[in-house]
């Protein structure tokens, strides 16, 4: 049985449908991120499994046991939350003990001045595991400070702290990354995957980064206008969506989709360039999609280009390339090197990795053509 | 043994505080087991009406209060004051306690009192004598009637007084009016009728209006009044006898004299109402002893002794002869200002109340219109007699 | 350069003539304020006679003077003469007990303010962050509560206080009081900017709504909570009406503005000496609370999300 | 949120205690206003509307009309103006700024029955300062004013009791009591402004103050704005307590000052007549609810909320 | 003359020195992106510059005009915030003619409304300039909304817009792009770039993401707590930082940097083993910066590490190799072909381009030691 199962969850906020039947289930110990675009329900999903919004329909499972009754407090899941929501007026330490407070001592021994007293044990114990998490995320010296003194990064870890210090059923986060700079973006996305590691615990993630989504989660599902579209490990996501929009959404830059056609003689033709033959049939039209690293300048190349544009990162080069035939640029990924003997302005040849083509309907499915990969490739 | 506590009222703390601390000690030595307890002082005659009013309501009515003059007739009327009758029926020599007629018609209703007045005060003209020697009066020569007054006015204003004079039109209930009404031996409401409509009635008002005319009187408010008196700008100033005190404290460096309050003719007033309060018994207990108490109290504060410390320690008079005429034979000669008033006595008619539960709005249409004489909003007294009149017996009817 | 050299002293002397100006605007402003303060401490300075003929300057000869009291309860003039200042302020606090009246003020107004967050604070709350039927409905009736003069109906609220046989206690003082809609809708305006995540972030710690009243929204919303303070302390502290119409028997009870009437005489002479030393020890620990409060009293008042 | 009731505990006793302590007594005040009750009495008799004919008949309520809304639309924009204006002055000192809150908080700290005596010695028609002031500039130019040369040859106005005066005057004393707390309130708007907003302005090339307060501050203290005059016409509506201290018999000079709070004090306690006082009440409120309204639908329309 | 220069800028905040003498010459229509860590004074700078704030030493010049007592309003510079500050209760079109308006109508015709009657024909042109100007944002259809109707990305446009109105001498851009999301982060590059070359105007951009600063500008300037370390076009700074810090804060996934030395025989050894030779001399200990990219798995690779953490981002495969002889881990970047042949906890081998080695002094300093291009590889 699956640690956490949604089925059928619909939402709407007025008239609006925020969420159109999602069925999601995640498995103990998993790292499973929610990723699309901004306003698509992940927030929405996240706090109905939370339990900090309630379904129009739909059945929320944590361990087998329905929950859609039980309230946000009782159902043992802890949350980090994008703007951190941090407890102002309390010291990092206390922040990270009201959880457990709440829990676990009685209305006395939660008294401002006489509860440690009331509850001498039960509050050694708390410290004590406080500091465990704190040493662990490596905070031990801010527990004496407020929030309002931490940078970004250091709060971010202390929200992480408040809801280690509890045993929850699942880690919840919604964009828990998003207010970081993007250079501790990316270190903390390796300390947050370290952890899952080492807790060992079920993680559920959301965020509209897909390099956040695609570096850290064992399954993705991919969210677009409160549907998922697609669920699976980055790999699968990342080089055989289910769809147009799935590809175009992961992958940056985005996927390169041109317009083609297969013939009645199955051949498979691209900007007029047969790419390979596959079974004769239905002539159709087909959008064509190829990632930038799939394409490749070559002197000999069946497709020319104008560069319109170059993205210098260093370690890549992007060069965005107008084509006679097309409105959209194509993006190819080029080695940082030719950077010298591309200036904006030359016409390039280029040329495709016919193994890594990904063929979608008008409709935007995905369509692979039989046969296409027997085929020899044409020169 | 338990004491019985009797609850008071008063009004005005800062002027009876010290004249109760002078007489409780000696009640206290004739009635060991009485104990006074002293209510929160009314601020005025007014709040103290109104608190009784509420107290009724609520069921926390004390056992004696003291009410001004012209408010006892509405507690009467609602039921709340109690009669003295079966109280005064009981004493052996009532009459022998100075109380006299004139004094017990203040309080009486019908056929019964209600009220023992306490502290009585009468118009007087007050005088600082070193502006009016500007115009050359001396004390022989004060003006006496009121176009001697108005007269005077226009000789102070020729010798450099802009402000020769004020007039307390302003006192509560109408008093001042009630004032020029008596003296010309004119009640000003006889039974449900207001007597403004009479001859006497548009001469008080055309007095008043010469008077603030002639005079071209600011219209002051008391404390703006009793500040330019004593700060030597007003020559004359027209008030009751009980701000005696008030004024001898705040004067400035002059000789401050006191004199009747002028008349309407060379005959002087025939008749001025009485201000001050009374007390009144409004106990609403079963117990004898304690109503026996209360009444002790009553009586005790309003004769002899009790009374004559009113005249010690205020500008007011005793009610009682005996304390006048006996007790307090040197204190006046030792203190002339407050003597005039006790020379009056004899004038003495009552501060009349506007009968019905709209009494008090009555009063308050007069103030109006005589303040509109003051401001100048009213200038023909004979159209003003009308609207009053008419407004007036609308509310009385 | 030397165009850009003078330019810069131009500039300074803009920038300087523009503060002077600011500040001269503000402190004749400030002068018309304070006048009455001015007097009102000179007042209690002085003696009758000064007072009336607004004679003697700011704080008077301080020749010493006749004690009117103290002569007619009998004592010899020599012992009866008080010199202005000791004798305003020593009859303040002897004769209108305002050490005691003081304390009821503290008792009162402390009593109201705590009963009013008490009741606003959860109110507000649930206007604020909770989605319920009827809340529109509610919000509307404090926006009409706010509408409602206190003075319109002291009467009826009398009579129901004497029915249960409250009047001079200090419930009767408090009571009326217990409700704020000011501060329901003061505290409603500041608790919408508070971000949602908090209270959810507080809900998946296990606190209860409750919980999350007094251990999150209280603690966040000190400022907004001292701005209310400072006003409904300043209003129930100099309130006069109220304790006047309640409190007609027992003097023990009175707030401190029920002090002055102790020097009233009204047509018979006001006793002002001591009367505005009253005032001015009244006004004292309003201003000292203010100083205190000031900084983060206006941060506090949030109006944004207004609606 | 699954399912709560907690929102039932916390409006409960807000919403028991508003019924109780303020919507009860409205009602009892409208039940009363349509009879001829008075304290004291045993019972009451039902007239009709004839307590309200009476408002909208005498002549002393026609002044009560005017009076009260002389005050209120002096008043309002006077507190708001003010309160602003010194706001925007205090804001743009950094230091120093505390004192002057401080001071121009004063008056909204102090008792105002005893402010009022002390009022009432400032403008003593003779020995008063204001008076005795004004009487210095007596012979200088400033005679050239004839409303001036008049005072100086005969007596300055006697400000709290000259009916042309007295309402004016209470209205100044009601702006010099009230501004203090607009001002606080602008102050805490101000604060709340984002300075990006003043720096785009200046980028934008906005030089001088005027344009800057046109461009961003004016329109960003909109909600500010429509709480302070919300409550300022609320407060002065209710003016009460000075026209009593002032004026406790009657209202003013030839009831100039007799503000509609003052009315339904007269009426229902100094005079008895409750029934009266009710319907005063009644139409008070009527009143201010319409005016509120009004007052919000138009500045609604032209305040953003950011 | 340059278009801007800026000039031994000193400025402090109290006691702490913000900028610690800053220079900079910026060219005519250069775009020129300051960059570094949060808190390094990028904006103090840039404000400075507008005008915004003043330096406490230092000059600024405009187009060879000493600015420094010239107030914001004058220099005709217009600037982005990052926050936008976009007058919430102005509709889009007003936002866009305020600086127009505010430069060229008198204030009869700023009036609310008699002024479009007063200024007629400005007024009319000012219209028309915003309008030409929504069309090249293609924000048209926006231009009657109010900014709190808008995304993110629309609200970017407009802020965008309302400095475009104008012919400043140059746009400055306090991170304009750090409140949108990664997607549209990525997308509003390529626009800005093309925008920049399509007005041809001097552009000063402020980040925090290398990413935003590789990818846009001519020159970049790299800042780092007050100064200014290197000044240079993208590639150079990329590959060729003059220090350690540069070198750390350019490039995502950041530089490797591990313990060499040199021998006093001439040999530079790194982890034991020989990288070259170079001219005999001092012996000495040295770091080595390597960039994930500059690193390869071979078979036969001289060093050996275990994976600890792999992030596959479909297009680039990072592995994270713990070194036996090193706490932190060495990012290498892999093809995703092989992803499949690499999981968590193998031992891997691995290699590196020796002529991408960067060589640093201990204290951080770049060196370049002579001979070392010139010598043979050691296999
Ligand atoms: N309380 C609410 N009332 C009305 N609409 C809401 C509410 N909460 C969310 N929505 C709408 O529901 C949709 C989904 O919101 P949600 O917050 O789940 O999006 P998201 O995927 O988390 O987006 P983001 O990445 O921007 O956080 C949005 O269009 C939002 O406007
Ligand atoms: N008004 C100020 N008063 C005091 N310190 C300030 C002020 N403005 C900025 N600082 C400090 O100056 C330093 C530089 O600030 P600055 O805003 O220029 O940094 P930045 O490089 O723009 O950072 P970020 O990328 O976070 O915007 C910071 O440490 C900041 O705390
Ligand atoms: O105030 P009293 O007590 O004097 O009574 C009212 C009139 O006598 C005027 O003073
Ligand atoms: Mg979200
Ligand atoms: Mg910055």
């Given amino acids: 049985m699956s640690q956490i199962s949604l089925s059928g969850i619909h939402k709407s906020f007025g008239s609006t449908e925020v969420l159109k039947g999602v069925s999601l289930d995640i498995e103990a110990g ?9 306003g698509c329900g992940k927030s929405t999903l996240l706090r109905i499994l939370a339990g900090l919004d309630s379904a129009d329909t739909g059945d929320v499972r944590i361990q087998a046991q329905s929950v859609t009754q039980t309230r946000a407090a009782d159902r043992n899941l802890a949350m980090v939350f994008q703007s951190y929501a941090l407890y102002p007026h309390l010291s990092v330490a206390e922040n990270m003990m009201t959880p457990l407070k709440m829990r676990e001592l009685g209305w006395a021994g939660r008294l401002p001045i006489v509860g440690p007293l009331v509850a001498r044990r039960a509050c050694r114990d708390i410290h004590a595991r406080v500091e465990a998490v704190a040493e662990t995320l490596k905070i031990t010296p801010l ?15 202390v929200a992480l702290g408040r809801a280690m210090v509890r045993d929850p059923v699942a880690f919840l986060m919604d964009e828990p990354l998003s207010n970081l700079d993007a250079a501790l973006r990316v270190h903390m996305r390796a300390e947050l995957s370290e952890l899952h590691r080492r807790l060992n615990a079920t993680f559920v993630y959301v965020t509209h980064d897909q390099a956040e989504a695609l570096t850290m989660s064992d399954r993705m599902a991919v969210m677009m206008q409160g549907e998922i579209l697609q669920v699976g490990p980055p790999d699968e996501i990342y080089h055989n969506p289910a769809s147009l929009a799935v590809a175009r959404f992961i992958g940056s830059p985005a996927i390169n989709v041109l317009p083609g056609e297969k013939l009645a003689d199955g051949r498979v033709v691209l900007l007029g360039q047969r790419l390979f033959n596959v079974q004769s049939g239905q002539p159709r039209a087909l959008f064509i999609g190829l990632r930038p690293e799939h394409l490749h300048l070559a002197a000999e190349g069946r497709f020319e280009g104008m560069i319109s544009h170059r993205e210098n990162l260093g370690s890549d080069l992007f060069l965005h390339l107008t084509l006679k035939e097309m409105d959209n640029p194509v993006v190819i990924r080029a080695h940082p090197d030719q950077a010298r003997n591309v200036a904006r302005g030359h016409n390039v040849r280029f040329d495709l990795d016919p193994a890594k083509v990904l063929f979608f309907e008008a409709d935007g499915q995905r369509v692979t053509l039989d046969g296409a990969r027997q085929l020899e490739v044409a020169q | 043994e338990d004491k019985i506590v009797v609850e008071f009222g008063y009004p005005y703390s800062h002027l009876f505080d010290v004249t109760y601390e002078k007489i409780l000690p000696k009640f206290y030595e004739q009635h060991p087991n009485i104990e006074i307890k002293m209510r929160a002082t009314y601020e005025s005659y007014e709040d103290g009406t109104n608190t009784i009013l509420r107290e009724a309501v609520a069921g926390t009515l004390p056992d004696v209060t003291m009410q001004g003059l012209n408010r006892q007739a509405i507690l009467v009327e609602k039921g709340i004051a109690k009669s003295l009758e079966p109280f005064i029926a009981k004493e052996a020599d009532f009459a022998k306690d100075g109380y006299h007629k004139a004094m017990l018609d203040l309080g009486t209703f019908g056929d019964d009192v209600y009220g023992l007045p306490f502290s009585i005060s009468l118009p007087v003209g007050y005088y600082n004598m070193e502006v009016m020697a500007k115009a050359g009066y001396d004390e022989t020569n004060l003006p006496t009637t009121w176009s001697e007054v108005v007269e005077a006015c226009g000789k102070l204003r020729e010798a450099g007084v802009d402000n020769p004079m004020f007039w307390g039109w302003n006192i509560t209930g109408n008093w001042f009016l009630q004032a020029l009404m008596w003296s010309q031996d004119k009640p000003t409401v006889e039974g449900n ?28 408010e008391w404390k703006a009044a009793l500040a330019s008196f004593s700060a030597g700008d007003l020559g004359m100033m027209y008030w009751s006898t009980s701000a005696v005190g008030a004024v001898e404290r705040a004067m400035g460096d002059f000789t401050l004299v006191t004199s009747e309050y002028p008349g309407l003719d060379e005959k002087g007033p025939m008749g001025l109402p009485a201000g001050g309060n009374s007390a009144l018994m409004v106990s609403t207990s079963e117990d004898p002893a304690e109503l026996e108490a209360a009444w002790a109290w009553l009586k005790f504060i309003t004769s002899g002794e009790g009374a004559a410390d009113v005249a010690r320690t205020t500008g007011y008079m005793p009610p009682n002869q005996a304390a006048n005429e006996i007790i307090l034979k040197d204190f006046y000669a030792d203190n002339p200002a407050k003597a005039t008033a006790v020379r009056q006595l004899p004038l003495l008619r009552e501060w009349q109340a506007y009968p019905g539960d709209n009494g008090l709005a009555a009063t308050q249409v007069i103030y109006d219109g005589l303040e509109g004489i003051v401001t100048g909003e009213y200038s023909d007294m004979t159209e003003l007699q009308e609207e009053l009149t008419e407004e007036v017996q609308d509310l009385l009817k | ?17 523009k503060t002077a100006l600011t500040h001269a605007v503000l402190i004749l402003g400030a002068l018309i304020v304070l006048l009455p303060f001015y007097t009102m401490l000179s007042l209690s300075l002085k003696a009758p006679a000064e007072i009336m003929q607004q004679t003697g300057g700011f704080i008077g000869t301080q020749a010493p003077f006749r004690d009117d009291y103290c002569i007619k309860l009998g004592k010899e003039v020599a012992d009866c003469m008080v010199n202005p200042i000791a004798y305003n302020y020593s009859t303040a606090f002897e004769k209108a007990p305002l050490l005691r009246y003081l304390l009821n003020g503290v008792v009162v107004t402390v009593s109201i303010f705590f009963i009013q967050v008490v009741v606003a604070l959860p109110c507000a709350y649930a206007l604020a962050k909770l989605r319920f039927w009827g809340r529109e409905f509610v919000f509307t009736l404090v926006l009409f509560c706010l509408l409602i003069p206190v003075h319109a109906i002291a009467l009826p609220l009398y009579i129901m206080l004497a029915k249960v046989g409250l009047t001079n206690t200090y419930a009767a003082l408090i009571i009326p009081w217990t409700i704020s809609v000011f501060g329901i809708f003061l505290m409603r305006q500041f608790f919408m900017t508070v971000p949602d995540d908090l209270i959810d972030a507080a809900r998946m710690d296990g606190m209860s709504e409750y919980a999350i009243i007094w251990r999150v929204m209280l603690p966040t919303a000190i400022p907004a909570l001292m701005a209310f303070g400072i006003f409904s302390v300043v209003a129930h502290w100099n309130d006069y009406f109220w304790p006047r119409i309640v409190i007609t028997g027992n003097r023990d009870l009175f707030t401190p503005p029920l002090g002055l009437r102790e020097f009233k005489g009204d047509a018979d002479g006001d006793n002002f000496g001591p009367m505005m030393a009253t005032a001015c020890i009244i006004v004292t620990p309003l201003i000292v609370c203010f100083l205190l409060a000031q900084r983060r009293f206006i941060e506090g008042i949030t109006l944004s999300g207004m609606k | 949120m699954i399912k709560s009731h907690a929102h039932i505990w916390f409006i409960g006793p807000a919403l028991v205690l508003m019924t109780v302590i303020l919507l009860i007594p409205i009602l009892i005040a409208m039940g009363l206003s349509v009879t001829d009750y008075s304290l004291g009495n045993m019972g009451a008799e039902f007239v009709g509307f004839e307590n309200y004919e009476k408002i909208f008949t005498r002549s002393a309520y026609e002044k009560m009309f005017g009076a009260t809304f002389r005050y209120v639309f002096v008043v309002v924009p006077l507190t708001v103006g003010l309160g602003l204006g010194s706001a925007l002055l205090i804001h743009s000192l950094g230091r120093f700024g505390d004192i002057y809150k401080t001071i121009y908080f004063l008056p909204v700290m102090a008792a105002l029955i005893a402010m009022a005596i002390v009022w009432e010695f400032a403008f003593h028609p003779t020995i008063g300062v204001i008076n005795s002031t004004l009487e210095r500039g007596c012979g200088t130019w400033l005679e050239l004013w004839t409303w001036y040369a008049k005072g100086c040859e005969r007596s300055f106005p006697l400000w709290l009791q000259d009916r042309d005066y007295a309402i004016w005057t209470v209205s ?12 606080v309130l602008y102050l805490a708007g101000l604060t709340s402004i984002p300075r990006s907003l003043y720096d785009a302005a200046e980028m934008d090339g906005a030089k001088r103050g005027w344009d800057r307060f046109r461009l961003v501050t004016w329109p960003l203290l909109g909600p500010t704005t429509v709480f302070v005059v919300t409550i300022s016409f609320i407060r002065s509506f209710q003016v009460f307590d000075m026209v009593e201290a002032f004026y406790p018999q009657g209202g003013g000079p030839s009831k100039s000052v007799f503000v509609m709070m003052f009315a339904i004090y007269e009426k229902g306690i100094q005079q008895n007549l409750m029934g009266i006082g009710a319907a005063i009440t009644v139409v008070f409120l009527a009143f201010v609810m319409v005016l509120t309204l009004i007052q919000r639908w138009l500045v609604e329309r032209r305040t953003h909320y950011a």
């Fill in chain 1, 30 to 38: 998993e790292f499973v991120t929610l990723v699309g675009p901004s």
């Fill in chain 1, 143 to 157: 527990l004496a400070r407020k929030p309002g003194q931490l940078s970004g990064g250091q709060r971010q870890r």
């Fill in chain 2, 193 to 220: 009728d207001f007597q403004l409509d009479t001859p006497e009635g548009l001469t008080a008002l055309n007095t008043m209006k010469d008077i603030f005319s002639g005079c071209e009187m600011q219209n002051l």
């Fill in chain 3, 1 to 17: 350069m030397t165009e850009a050299v003078a330019d810069t002293k131009a500039l300074a002397l803009r920038f300087s003539t």
């Fill in chain 4, 172 to 183: 100044f004393i009601g702006v010099w009591q009230g501004f203090g707390f607009n001002m």
